[in-house]
């Protein structure tokens, strides 16, 4: 058993570090208060592979390990919640699936442009006005043959990325009958016409990641953009939650980390009663809690890639991970706050944004409770 990142994980890490915290971090206070999305960075991350983490490099991909591109989230979340939240929905959530289930002609149709930055960016969607975690029976948006032609109608909500996406991935429902064979993944371009994407979500925080609701009406795309074979879009979906859990389970890493060390400098530069508030047991302890409980998180996520990364089924440890992960980055970044007092209030402070940003991370991607409900289905062989 090896602890120890590889040197090209290290370089890696260092390469990505340096990059977020010169064009990502500093521009995490105007990404939030404007609501804007930072294509400014986002643009610069096609050369280091930021957004075709584990697109193969034969569609101009880095083909980066499970390891790798958790470390990549990981950093970016450290950077600005928002851009990292973009970018991990771009790579997990939307790539993943094209590279997984997708035929040769939606590969090279879609991996060169997504993965290089060339294009914008790829979305996923599940979530519907009734249909959250229940996917198999809330689906309603459904694709109908005709010709040569799926016809897709309904609607879709919470739409990371939308707005600033060339393709969608869509869970539809192909056979009206019902049952765990009833649902398909078909490829929408966003400019297609039928296509509508409502305006931003006003949001508690992730502000500067858009989030749509998308309405299709009549949206008519050809029979060869079904991903996969048809009726196995729930199955795929689950694979693909599997892996996107590892994403934002480094991504809340990556807040806490942030957070930890925004309360720890506040420490040695607060004084009170005469002292930095460092020397305070009550402030030693949260931060010592701290920094166990992320290092305890990174090396279950990194357990989880690895295990990805191996070829063997990993859905629990993506689960647990999961849930650990984003549960330690809320306590993480509440205590944070609690560090610096009424000032961690105030939004002159990362510290207010970071909590904000992080409290999506327990509900986005299946929430707490549907994390333990998973585990414990494992656990107990239900």
Known sequence: MNFELTEEQRQFREVVHDFVANEVKPLAHETDVTASFNWTAVKKMGPLGLLGLEVPEAYGGAEMDAISAAIAIEELGWGCGSTALAVSAHNGLALGPVVKYGSEAQKARWLPELATGRGRLACLGLT??????????????????????????????????????????????????????????????????????????????????????????????????????????????????????????????????????????????????????????????????????????????????????????????????????????ERVCRNAIQVHGGYGYSSEFPVERIYRDTRLMTIGEGTSEIQRLVIARHILGL
């Open 128 to 329: 519907e006005p009734g249909a959250g975690s229940d996917l198999q029976g809330g689906v309603r948006t459904r694709a109908v043959k005709e010709g040569d032609s799926w016809i897709i109608d309904g609607s879709k909500m919470w739409l990371t990325n939308a707005s600033v996406a060339d393709l969608m991935v869509l869970l539809v429902r192909t056979d009206p009958a019902g049952g765990s064979r009833s649902l398909s993944h078909i490829l929408v371009p966003t400019d297609t016409p039928g296509v509508i994407i409502g305006p931003a979500e006003k949001k508690m925080g992730l502000k500067g990641s858009p989030t749509h609701a998308v309405t299709l009406d009549e949206v008519r795309v050809p029979l060869e953009n079904l991903l996969g074979p048809e009726g196995r879009g729930l199955q795929q979906t689950l694979a693909t939650l599997d892996s996107g859990r590892i994403g934002i389970g480094a991504l809340a890493v990556g807040l806490a980390q942030a957070a930890y060390e925004e309360a720890l400098k506040y420490a040695h530069e607060r004084a009170t009663f005469g002292q930095p508030i460092a020397q305070h047991q009550a402030v030693q302890w949260m931060l010592a809690d701290a920094a166990t409980e992320i290092q305890a998180a990174r090396l279950m996520v990194y357990w989880a890639a690895a295990l990805k990364q191996q070829g063997v089924r990993y859905t629990k440890e993506a689960a647990m991970a999961k849930l650990f992960a984003t549960e330690v980055s």
